[in-house]
């Protein structure tokens, strides 16, 4: 049998002496992590508070920016509301100012509209009594031509003079007002009318045109 224990061979497990080196190296690395290391804990809290710094500069700064874009939307949704209120207010303006000129316009045409009516009124009234007159006239005269050929000639001057009294009368009541004559202008022209007819001439240079 051959003998292996002068030839160095370990006769040891492989295998468990690798095991107990790493179990080594296990509790040097823990008794190097519970070492107190004031330059490294130090460290360690300056980098903390820089990088709680930094957290809170970066969450400041995303804070401004919300709000600064919140009142970017304010200020937008302001402005266009404003320019909304614009938008409706000039409306509004065109719109009364183009109801006044319509109010204006209907106006002038209403007035233009009763201006003509009363014109048309007034002239058909200046017809109306025009042509009353015009009759009154010519009955008139139908009257003392109609005398005339009926009664002799004696009579006819007594006659004339009724148609004349009539006549004055008439105009007294309708046209002598209008003339503006007193009541002794209206006696005196009619006393001279009498007389002229007496002498038989004819007065057409006293009688007063309607």
């Known amino acids: 049998m051959k003998d292996f224990g002068g030839t160095g061979f370990d006769s040891r497990d492989p295998f468990s002496g690798g095991l107990l080196g790493v179990v080594k190296k296990k509790k040097d690395v823990i008794k ?3 070492f107190h290391d004031p330059v490294r ?3 360690e809290a300056e980098l903390e508070r820089v990088q709680k710094i930094q957290e809170q500069e970066r969450q400041r700064i995303v804070e401004e920016q919300e709000r600064a874009l919140e ?3 304010r200020e937008e949704e302001e402005r266009m509301r404003l320019a909304r209120e614009q938008v409706e207010r000039q ?3 065109e719109e009364e100012a183009r109801e006044a000129a319509w109010r204006a316009e209907q106006e002038q045409l ?6 003509e009516e009363q014109r048309v009124a007034r002239e058909e009234e200046r017809r109306r009594l025009f042509m009353e007159e015009e009759r009154r006239k010519h009955a008139a005269k139908q009257k003392l031509l109609e005398l005339e050929e009926r009664m002799p000639r004696g009579r006819l001057k007594l006659e004339r003079l009724v148609v004349i009294f009539w006549l004055m009368q008439m105009r007294k009541c309708q046209g002598w007002r209008k003339k503006k004559m007193s009541p002794g202008q209206l006696t005196w022209v009619t006393g001279r009318m009498v007389k002229e007819w007496w002498r038989g001439s004819q007065p057409q240079h006293l009688l007063i045109q309607v």
């Not at 209403?110 to 201006?115: C, L, N, T």
């Open 110 to 115: 209403e007035a233009m509209r009763r201006a």
């Open 41 to 43: 804990e130090s460290f």
């Open 71 to 73: 009142l970017a939307r």
């Open 91 to 93: 409306r509004r303006l």
């Open 32 to 34: 190097q992590t519970d």
